[in-house]
T-cell receptor, first 111, second 113 residues
Framework: EDQVTQSPEALRLQEGESSSLNCSYT??????LFWYRQDPGKGPEFLFT???AGEEKEKERLKATLTKKESFLHITAPKPEDSATYLC????????????FGQGTTLQVKP | EPEVTQTPSHQVTQMGQEVILRCVPI?????FYWYRQILGQKVEFLVS????????KSEIFDDQFSVERPDGSNFTLKIRSTKLEDSAMYFC???????????FGPGTRLTVL
């Protein structure tokens, strides 16, 4: 069964304290791995897509990497406005493009 | 990022009533999805829709649920007879290509009393 597990469930950082979020997955034939940001009561906001092992994407203080079994979202020198829940999702090799989500990591950055 | 619109933002209904949730299509988006998120839980896939027909549905998407996009207009999710356990956030997602990123709407918060 296709599965996505994110760790830690919650992470508290001081402003400027860099860290990484983990997303491990088991899927037979990964089509793509997606990172989204979700603010409370809002819809997921797209951040990155990764398609193959070794691929990296960057956007401001965020950097996403992919291996054959997991992905990391690195946050460098975070600011309070980076506080949100970060969701990882994989796309299985069905023909429909459906996403399978992990439970998310809730990040709190304190000033 | 394309802005996906969903209506209503919040719907309160009595158990057993029918509800219709709506999502406005963006012009070049061909693939449509409904997901739901029960409070405190993960986002779950419900159904995918392409070329005016369902392409895949989850176990959650039973006979109480239906989707349609009549005449290229709004993409809708109908729940015929709501249950307490249908209370959740319902998100519409869209994309131009099924293997590209999906863009999510702000969601409809459904509360069943």
């Amino acid at each position: 069964e296709d599965q996505v597990t994110q760790s830690p469930e919650a992470l508290r950082l001081q402003e400027g304290e860099s860290s990484s979020l983990n997303c491990s997955y088991t899927v037979s034939g990964l089509r793509g791995l997606f990172w989204y940001r979700q603010d409370p009561g809002k819809g997921p906001e797209f951040l990155f897509t990764l398609y193959s092992a070794g691929e990296e994407k960057e956007k401001e203080r965020l950097k996403a990497t992919l291996t054959k079994k997991e992905s990391f979202l690195h946050i460098t020198a975070p600011k309070p406005e980076d506080s949100a829940t970060y969701l990882c999702a994989v796309q299985a090799p069905s023909n429909t493009g459906k996403l399978i989500f992990g439970q998310g990591t809730t990040l709190q950055v304190k000033p | 990022e394309p802005e996906v619109t969903q209506t209503p933002s919040h719907q309160v209904t009595q158990m057993g009533q029918e509800v219709i949730l709506r999502c406005v299509p963006i012009s070049n988006h061909l693939y449509f999805y409904w997901y739901r998120q029960i409070l405190g839980q993960k986002v779950e896939f419900l159904v995918s829709f392409y070329n005016n027909e369902i392409s895949e549905k989850s176990e959650i998407f039973d006979d109480q649920f239906s989707v349609e996009r009549p005449d290229g207009s709004n993409f809708t999710l109908k729940i015929r007879s709501t249950k307490l356990e249908d209370s959740a956030m319902y998100f519409c997602a869209q994309t131009s290509s099924r293997y590209n990123e999906q863009f999510f709407g702000p969601g409809t918060r459904l509360t069943v009393l």
